[in-house]
Nanobody, 123 residues
Framework: QVQLVESGGGLVQPGGSLRLSCAAS????????MTWFRQAPGKEREGVSCITSSGGITNYADSVKGRFTISRDNAKNTVYLQMNSLKPEDTAVYYC????????????????WGKGTLVTVSS
């Protein structure tokens, strides 16, 4: 059974940092590109960052470029999202997802999703 489980969310002050993790089970994460999404209250879900299966190519939404870093450890079947200089507008539920049909870094065609982890940026 394929499972993606996010962790690492929480309450942080503006300017602070968090590292999210996405642990995969039931499949070999190293075969697939992985993507982080987020959904803020009352807003549509948006793609945040993606990384190819080897980790050689990454992509970021303009809103997080220079502040967030995606990485992966295929030996641990885990993908990470390091979030620095957090802003109140980063408050959202963060999800990791993958596609078994779309090759490469993508924000479309996801067929496996985690349940999300809540990040709240507030003073």
């Amino acid at each position: 059974q394929v499972q993606l489980v996010e962790s690492g969310g929480g309450l942080v002050q503006p300017g602070g940092s968090l590292r999210l993790s996405c642990a995969a089970s039931g499949f070999t994460l190293g075969y697939y590109a992985m993507t982080w999404f987020r959904q803020a209250p009352g807003k549509e879900r948006e793609g945040v960052s993606c990384i190819t299966s080897s980790g050689g190519i990454t992509n970021y939404a303009d809103s997080v470029k220079g502040r967030f870093t995606i990485s992966r450890d295929n030996a641990k079947n885990t993908v990470y999202l390091q979030m620095n200089s957090l802003k109140p507008e980063d408050t959202a539920v963060y999800y990791c997802a993958t596609s078994t049909v779309v090759a490469g870094c993508s924000y479309y065609g996801m067929d496996y999703w985690g349940k999300g982890t809540l990040v709240t940026v507030s003073s």
